[in-house]
């Protein structure tokens, strides 16, 4: 399921010319999801667009979105989809906050930083 879901999720995005797509596997960092899909809009627009076109793609086929965050201001809209989180930002935002960054962090990595 989880395979079909990032499917579906990926052609959304590129269906709508969303930008550095990334997909992060982030099982093993956390038990809330497995899956991570962090995608910037060139505009506040074509954030809000994104995010929609994703949660449509993803009912036509039977799977519903858990919650839907920041659609109002579309600077960061979060797509809870269950087993993958979506997070489409403007890319200052992104750059801001640095997901793949975070999440690409290994507990042995901080560990690292102790010694």
């Given at each position: 399921?989880?395979?079909?879901?990032?499917?579906v999720?990926?052609?959304?995005?590129?269906?709508?010319?969303?930008?550095?797509?990334?997909?992060?596997?982030?099982?093993?960092?956390?038990?809330?999801?497995?899956?991570?899909?962090?995608?910037?809009g060139?505009?506040?627009?074509?954030?809000?667009?994104?995010?929609?076109?994703?949660?449509?793609?993803?009912?036509?086929?039977?799977?519903?979105?858990?919650?839907?965050?920041?659609?109002?201001?579309?600077?960061?809209?979060?797509?809870?989809?269950?087993?993958?989180?979506?997070?489409?930002?403007?890319?200052?935002?992104?750059?801001?906050?640095?997901?793949?960054?975070?999440?690409?962090l290994?507990?042995?990595?901080?560990?690292?930083?102790?010694?």
């Open positions: 399921m989880t395979e079909q879901l990032d499917a999720v990926l052609a959304a995005l590129e269906d709508v010319k969303g930008q550095d797509v990334a997909r992060l596997d982030v099982r093993g960092l956390t038990d809330v999801t497995d899956t991570l899909v962090v995608a910037s060139s505009s506040t627009r074509q954030v809000k667009a994104l995010a929609e076109h994703v949660i449509e793609a993803c009912r036509a086929v039977g799977f519903q979105p858990v919650g839907v965050e920041g659609l109002d201001t579309a600077e960061w809209v979060l797509v809870d989809l269950g087993d993958l989180v979506l997070h489409v930002m403007l890319p200052a935002t992104r750059s801001f906050y640095e997901l793949e960054k975070l999440w690409s290994r507990p042995e990595d901080l560990r690292r930083g102790e010694d």
